[in-house]
């Protein structure tokens, strides 16, 4: 099977940098993708990584290192409204994700 | 606009009773989802389809059941047999063959007395 391990906890004030970091397991090769949740809601898709390497959208950058088994997601010129729970999430077409239990991120002023 | 919707986003019952959780989509999506949360944890799988008439069962699907008789609709039943049923309920839905770029409803929040 796949189990994904993220850190439960990041604070970081604004403006600053954050890496929320993803390590997976899994018997063959899936792409990585991340989700935003705030409190309350429902999870919105952030980023994929199909290939390793970086992906850029926008304030929000995702890496990917097959070899590693690694991931990560950078935040950038943090803003307050970037306090939400962030997921990462193995998948494989045909299948379904399966999601890590998600980093809380506290954005102080 | 297309979306998902969910409904309702509270649910009460009782102890014993089965309940019926909607979710519809007007995405064109070929693929659904049914995922529980609980407090501090992660989404976990339910049930998923890929196409109509069709499901399989996902890492918690005892207690769960569902159907697929329409493309746009895939209902949840929590049954009597759940042991621990109240929870945050999430429905997904992506086009066919899709790994990545869920839309998710708003999610159902039950509670069971």
């Known amino acids: 099977g796949q189990s994904l391990e993220q850190p439960s906890e990041v604070t970081a004030v604004e403006g600053a940098i954050v890496q929320i970091n993803c390590t997976y397991q899994?018997?063959?090769?899936?792409?990585l993708s991340w989700y935003q949740q705030h409190d309350g809601g429902a999870p919105t898709f952030l980023s994929y990584?199909?290939?390793?390497g970086l992906e850029e959208t926008g304030r929000f950058s995702s890496f990917l290192s097959r070899s590693d088994s690694y991931g990560y997601l950078l935040l950038q010129e943090l803003q307050m409204k970037d306090s939400a729970s962030y997921f990462c999430a193995l998948g494989q077409a045909g299948t379904a994700l399966i999601f890590g239990k998600g980093t809380t991120l506290s954005v102080s002023s | 606009d297309g979306g998902i919707t969910q409904s309702p986003k509270y649910l009460f019952r009782k102890e014993g009773q089965n309940v019926t959780l909607s979710c519809e989509q007007n995405?064109?999506?070929?693929?659904m989802y049914w995922y529980r949360q609980d407090p501090g944890q992660g989404l976990r799988l339910i049930y998923y389809s890929q196409i109509v008439n069709d499901f399989q069962k996902g890492d918690i699907a005892e207690g769960y059941s569902v159907s697929r008789e329409k493309k746009e609709s895939f209902p949840l039943t929590v049954t009597s047999a759940q042991k621990n049923p109240t929870a945050f309920y999430l429905c997904?839905?992506?086009?066919?063959?899709?790994?990545?770029?869920?839309?998710f409803g708003s999610g159902t929040r039950l509670t069971v007395v």
């Open positions: 997904a839905s992506t086009p066919a063959q899709a790994n990545y770029g869920y839309t």
């Open positions: 990584n199909a290939l390793d």
């Open positions: 995405l064109n999506h070929d693929a």
């Open positions: 899994t018997s063959g090769f899936y792409g």
